[in-house]
């Protein structure tokens, strides 16, 4: 997209990624140059203390999960720690069951797993969502069948930022038997999440969606009942055999602080971003008429706010608003103008949506701005084309206590 403007635009898309919060990389720093070691050279101090600093860093993403530091094994990233989870969980029992359940509105990370692995002769259930993009409980308990072996469901959606019913996904998951694998890359460190309490068997976790740096992710796997799976990359033998290669020390390092400053931090973020989000909400759907809030009202994330707009065109508004760096419905898919697979599983057709993504760095000056820029393009953008359809608004978003 043309940049037109000197000035950066404000950073509003804190779900496609996030800035590294300055601590993370002044935690990481010594770990390229002074602390360069190897985390598995045994026989000297450089592998000790890279292998203290990733034994540290373990035990701080294990502590804002509630895990212990054993069930967490590093990876690249949640895309691979899905590929993991699905993958080797799905492998690790096939004489048991080849049949799995995930859901519509899933990342292509799970989605794209499950379709390789129907190529290989798995049957994957994939179960629709309410108009909020939740799954139906019934339907989940309805699909498992004595050949699931695992459901993948998120904790939170990367668009429209709904929170699953988590608890109840996992009271459910045990009951019947079956594994639980849950996304979470969106919900670590924005929303209290407790493995124990969740009944969650395999949780993947994203470095930089929570501060972190890129390149850098995470997997839990239970240990009590233990979970079984089978690596999906063979080499030397690292993170208990199941994810070989040399870790990623300083991207280790920083997604430790990352989880570290984020434990202590998420209470007093989400309600300060639960207040920014109603701002955004009220400074628009105020001002402007035929504005439809996407996700659910009140179980979603505190910084996402998910936008249709009637009357407008999305490639022009986005294109009319340089100034603000907003994504329109998913990264992962912008760039064709196709509606995302979130925004047609929920039943939204409207021609233009945006996805806010508020986040540490952004400041009230910063949401007023937006909020005045987005009715003044919107306005604009009818304006220029005639009148449009009377249009009523939704309901005020309640609450932000999520
Ligand atoms: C960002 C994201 C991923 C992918 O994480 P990477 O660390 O970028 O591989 C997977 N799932 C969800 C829900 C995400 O938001």
Not at 209 to 230: D, I, S
Request: with cysteine; aromatic share 4%; proline share 4%.
């Amino acid at each position: 997209m043309l940049r037109r403007m000197s000035a950066p635009p404000i950073y509003l898309d804190n779900l496609a990624t996030t800035q590294v919060d300055p601590r993370v990389l002044e935690a990481m720093l010594p770990y390229f140059t002074r602390h360069f070691g190897n985390s598995a050279s045994a026989t000297h101090a450089f592998g000790w203390t890279a292998k203290e600093a990733v034994e540290q860093a373990r035990a701080q993403v294990a502590a804002l999960i509630g895990a212990v530091p054993q069930e967490i094994l590093f990876t690249s990233g949640a895309t691979e720690a899905d590929n993991l989870a699905l993958k080797g969980v799905a492998e690790f029992h096939r004489d048991r069951g080849t049949h799995l359940i995930t859901c519509a509105v899933e990342h292509k990370a799970v989605l794209d797993c499950c379709r390789r692995l129907e190529s290989r002769g798995f049957q994957v259930t994939l179960l629709p969502v309410d108009r909020w993009g939740q799954i139906d409980l019934e339907q989940l308990g309805a699909a498992i069948t004595g050949k699931t072996t695992l459901i993948s469901l998120m904790a939170a959606n990367n668009e429209i930022g709904t929170i699953q019913p988590l608890r109840e996904i996992g009271a459910l998951a045990r009951e019947r038997g079956v594994l639980w694998h849950c996304d979470a890359a969106q919900a670590v460190g924005k929303i209290p999440l407790e493995v124990g309490a969740l009944g969650v068997d395999l949780l993947s976790i994203s470095g930089h969606k929570l501060y972190g740096p890129k390149g850098v992710g995470a997997l839990y796997v239970r240990r009590r009942p233990r979970v079984r799976l089978l690596a999906q990359l063979d080499g030397g033998g690292q993170e208990r055999g199941l994810r070989a290669g040399t870790l990623n020390v300083p991207g280790i390092v920083g997604l430790g602080m990352a989880c570290e400053l984020a434990r202590q931090e998420l209470e007093v973020e989400a309600l300060r971003l639960g207040a920014l989000r109603q701002q955004l909400w009220e400074g628009i759907a105020g001002s402007l008429s035929g504005v439809e809030l996407n996700g659910h009202p009140t179980a979603r994330l505190p910084g996402n706010l998910h936008l249709s707009f009637a009357g407008v065109d999305g490639a022009q508004l986005l294109l009319a608003l340089p100034d603000l760096a907003v994504s329109s419905g998913s990264a992962c898919t912008s760039g064709s103008a196709e509606p995302s697979h979130v925004l047609k599983a929920i039943g939204q057709q409207a021609p233009a949506s945006l996805r806010f993504g508020l986040g540490r760095f952004n400041t009230e000056a910063e949401i007023e701005t937006a909020a005045v820029r987005v009715v003044a393009e919107v306005s604009r953008l009818r304006g220029r084309a005639g009148d449009h359809p009377a249009l009523h608004h939704e309901p005020a978003l309640t609450g932000s206590k999520n």
